[in-house]
């Protein structure tokens, strides 16, 4: 089962098609169009917009798929709270089937994971001589860097933390992390990289940049 708290179109597909090649059924539910508001706080009086509690939703769900894929979106107005993923741990609580996220309040695995793919194997096209590589690449590291940039609202911190994580753990190249002062990520995801508030510094001699947007949560 697939649900989605928030919109989504390359993690929905991807997600149903790589389930139907593994022989899986994916059975998809939209819950801000097609279902009731869920509640997600133990002992809430709901007299207010939310009609069903996770905790009864979530036992069904388990009930219904062998694994249950969420979507949530953080607040972007409580930083201790969204980081806290209360939404998606009340499935692992209460679903009591296996919970993969499909993009949480803190993390997105799924684009990490495809991320990395991607560089993977855009690194063996350049070995195999179908990509060219910077005249200077056979003599250094290469060379991974996350740079913030404008968007026109405040996005969520879950890309960009995720692909920090991911490459970090990867350990295949010098990561750097750049964004103005004030939109630092949680030290727990970039531990490892190199900080830099210069962009251009930052960017110099770089083999891969991925461009993100992501809140300081005081825009």
């Known amino acids: 089962g697939c649900l989605f708290l928030n919109p989504s179109m ?3 597909l991807s997600t149903q098609i790589a ?8 059975v998809v539910f939209n819950v801000g169009s097609e279902g009731w508001s869920l509640e997600f706080e133990d002992g ?3 007299n207010g917009t ?3 509690h996770v905790k009864d939703a979530a036992p069904i769900l388990g009930n219904y798929f062998d694994v249950l894929g969420v979507r949530t979106f953080p607040s972007l107005k409580d930083r201790e709270e969204d980081y806290s993923e209360h939404h998606i741990k009340q499935f ?7 919970v993969i996220s499909l993009e949480s309040a803190t993390l997105h695995p799924l684009q990490s994971l495809t991320d990395i793919i991607t560089i993977e194997e855009l690194l ?3 070995a195999t001589g179908n990509l060219k590589s910077p005249p200077d690449r056979i003599n250094r590291a ?3 860097v996350l740079t913030w940039a404008p968007h026109v609202k405040p996005l969520p911190q879950c890309v960009a933390n995720s692909f920090a994580q991911w490459i970090n753990a990867w350990r295949q190249a010098e990561f750097v992390v750049t964004h103005p002062e004030g939109y630092e990520l949680d030290k727990q995801f970039t531990k490892g990289a190199t900080i830099m508030h210069c962009q251009d510094e930052a960017l110099k ?13 005081n825009d």
């Not at 389930?19 to 994916?26: H, R, T, V």
């Not at 001699?205 to 949560?217: I, L, Q």
Request: aromatic letters at 12%; proline letters at 2%; zero cysteines.
């Open 92 to 98: 692992v609580k209460y679903a009591g089937i296996p």
């Open 124 to 126: 063996r096209q350049s």
């Open 50 to 52: 939310t009609v069903e």
């Open 142 to 144: 290469l060379k991974v």
């Open 10 to 12: 390359r993690t929905r």
């Open 205 to 217: 001699d770089a083999d891969f940049v991925y461009v993100k947007n992501w809140s300081s949560y």
């Open 44 to 46: 809430a009086i709901m």
């Open 19 to 26: 389930a139907q090649n593994l022989g899986m059924e994916a």
